[in-house]
């Protein structure tokens, strides 16, 4: 008989914890995030940030791949493959997210050519963007979905910099933000399906602990990335 420190969360109480753990510590509260929202940053600091989070960017269209080999299940491939298409996109009619961050690219000033060959990503950024990829490819699958659940969060955020940019930084043209705009219901739409996956396969405390385990990894890539951004001069993309 199971102790019940060692049975399973119900399903609410498994949501809340995961919900809880990553409200915590999700990146929104990060400084640099803050003065992003309140309009303090200069251009050179927002170029740098441009242009290494393509780095992050380009990183996840990989790990959702490495979560689609590791399913069995035809379904659970076709609607995660998806994702996939929204950052890589469907060609010239359809860019995906990717093509649309090298747009932002340019509107800050940065040349998208430069910034598309991550020449000049930091070392600490590209350290911690790896490490999500590497988190995703061994973990088991219900493991590495959980991960992405920062995804809760994305669209709250999302609609906080878009209100901030277009207020703060006007010098950016608003179809840029094109991104920004896509990922406030795409977010919500993968969180959902990604929270639903969790529950329903994470149905032992351990598989849930693990779970949970990933998602504050995941939060701390996020974190680390920014430090990393934070302490580097503007000058060297200004």
């Not at 509107?107 to 000049?120: F, I, K, M, Q, T």
């Amino acid at each position: 008989m199971q102790s019940p420190s060692e049975a399973p969360l119900a399903p609410a109480d498994f949501v809340e914890r995961l919900r809880s753990e990553g409200a915590s510590r999700y990146h929104d509260e990060h400084p640099f995030h803050v003065r992003m929202h309140e309009g303090s940053l200069t251009r050179g600091e927002l170029k740098v940030w441009v242009l290494n989070r393509y780095y992050y960017q380009t990183r996840i269209p990989i790990k959702d791949a490495l979560i689609v080999a590791k399913s069995a299940d035809p379904a659970f491939r076709r609607v995660w493959i998806r994702r996939i298409h929204d950052h890589d996109g469907d060609g010239a009619e359809h860019p995906g997210g990717l093509a649309q961050w090298l747009r932002l690219a340019q509107a800050v000033g940065l040349d998208p050519e430069a910034v598309a060959s991550c020449r000049e990503v930091l070392p600490g950024v590209r350290f911690a963007c790896d490490a999500y990829v590497s988190l995703v490819e061994k973990n088991p699958l219900v493991v590495a979905v959980a991960s992405s659940l920062t995804e809760f969060f994305a669209p709250d955020l999302m609609s906080k910099r878009i209100a901030a940019w277009e207020l703060h930084y006007p010098w950016v043209d608003g179809e840029a933000l094109a991104y920004f705009r896509g990922r406030v219901p795409r977010a919500r739409r993968d969180s959902e399906e990604a929270i639903d996956f969790v529950v329903r396969q994470a149905t032992s405390r351990s598989l849930q602990e693990a779970c949970v385990a990933a998602l504050i990894q995941k939060t701390e890539i996020l974190w680390h990335m920014l430090d990393c951004i934070q302490g580097e001069s503007p000058g060297r993309a200004g």
